[in-house]
């Protein structure tokens, strides 16, 4: 109880900081000075009577998410279901969710993690249960959630060596939260192991529930479109790059790639989107952008991936991806989507984030991992010579992402098994 007042305390005096980062960030993304009472708990609309709520951060866990929403809809057609978010663009992601799955799908920001902002959201919308995706470990809202009778779940969920060292310096507050959850369905048993080192208990091991997202059909069908515009130009794809990698990227590519060779950058945040451009700009490389609804010409070596939702889309249309945020140690983003739509993957060492899905992805031969940005580039154009070879890694690629399905259904059966001792006890 002492470090939750500690850490409380501290929380509450930093407001000033949280507002201070709100209005800088909104100098790019002015949404995020929006619905700012609901980072309060305090929400306009009506909750339904009868809720299950789950947290999605930002964009790549309410994307990962889809199967996990649409087996619940599915699983208590009787119940709404709440996404909340911390981000504007996770935001939007879910209106593209909710625009799908139609009305029973509602969202709202979560609150920041002070007691009385928790005890509004939780008195406002009164969830029959709450799932948090990934490592979303707000020792307030755990606390409140029990206080409110609200059974939570932490599932998908992954924790790194890294990330197990730096929740190791907290133990007084962390492990109180941790054994009041419900259950933790964890990734892969190393993640379940450091999960139990810092307190969890009731610690299952149910996969990942991103293997089981379909790309769409029609984002796989734009991107053949794509394709097809481009001829038989290669194709590389830099996917959810992160500051400082994309200028390791296009040098390497400068070094590498054929004259004809056509690289579609996408950075992984959208306010960066003209700052990527401009570096494209001073390495004197003709550049297009998505936005601009005009399929590179001939001339155009680098096409700007400035849009929102179409990550199938790119990886349909490409030859082959070198996966942003392992170039530099930022742990690495989801190569799973590559995999499933059937698109070899290139890493560097840097994917503590997606430690197990990385190795096993290199096991079977969907994934390679290259020293750096260069050494990936000099493979990149190895592999664009050698088609025999390319062939080989995609269908390893889908073969690796549909072996691994089955997380949702875990999830879900869970899901009823909490509720049902709920009823009983």
């Known amino acids: 109880m002492m470090a939750r007042f500690v850490y409380t305390l501290l929380f509450f005096f930093a407001q000033p900081l949280v507002w201070l980062r709100l209005a800088w960030r909104a100098r790019r993304q002015p949404e995020y000075l929006d619905k700012v009472g609901e980072r309060y708990g305090r929400y306009p609309q ?18 990962a998410a889809e199967p996990l929403i649409k087996a619940l809809l599915a699983a208590y057609p009787d119940h709404h279901l709440l996404m909340t978010h911390m981000t504007p663009t996770g935001r939007a992601t879910g209106g593209e969710l909710i625009g799908k799955y139609g009305e029973r799908l509602i969202q709202a920001y979560l609150p920041y993690d002070l007691p009385g902002a928790c005890a509004r959201f939780f008195t406002h919308f009164r969830p029959k249960v709450g799932l948090l995706m990934e490592t979303e470990l707000w020792p307030n809202l755990i606390a409140s959630a029990a206080t ?7 599932v998908n969920a992954r924790l790194s060596a890294r990330s197990l060292r730096g929740y190791q310096r907290f133990l007084p507050l962390i492990r109180p939260a941790l054994r009041q959850l419900a259950g933790v369905a964890a990734q892969t048993a190393a993640d379940a192991e450091r999960l139990t080192v810092i307190g969890a208990e009731n610690v299952r091991v149910f996969g990942n529930i991103k293997f089981d997202v379909t790309p769409a059909a029609e984002k796989l069908a734009l991107g053949g479109e794509w394709r097809a515009a481009f001829g038989t130009r290669p194709v590389w794809l830099a996917a959810s790059t992160r500051e400082d990698e994309e200028a390791l990227i296009i040098d390497a590519f400068i070094r590498h790639a054929t004259p004809d060779a056509l690289l579609l950058l996408v950075p992984r945040h959208p306010q960066r989107f003209d700052a990527v451009a401009a570096l494209v700009g001073t390495r004197q490389l003709t550049l297009q952008r998505r936005s601009g609804g005009v399929f590179p010409d001939t001339r155009t070596r680098v096409w700007l991936g400035d849009s929102m939702g179409e990550m199938p889309a790119y990886f349909a249309a490409a030859d082959i991806v070198l996966m942003g945020g ?14 499933a739509c059937g698109c070899p993957v290139l890493v560097g060492q840097h994917t503590f984030n997606f430690a197990q899905a990385t190795e096993d992805a290199i096991a079977c031969g969907a994934a390679r991992r290259l020293a750096d940005a260069d050494a990936a580039a000099a493979e990149a154009a190895r592999l664009l010579q050698d088609r025999d070879v390319l062939v080989a890694m995609r269908q390893a690629a889908v ?3 549909q072996a691994h399905r089955g997380a949702t259904a875990r999830t879900v059966a869970l899901v009823e098994e909490i509720r049902a001792s709920r009823k009983a006890d």
């Open 46 to 63: 009506p909750a339904p009577e009868r809720l299950i709520w789950l947290h999605v951060v930002s964009v790549g866990e309410t994307r």
């Open 326 to 339: 392992t170039f530099l140690p930022f742990g690495g983003q989801n190569l799973i989507e590559a995999a």
């Open 399 to 401: 073969e690796f992402s």
């Open 148 to 154: 409110h009778g609200t059974p939570l779940l932490l």
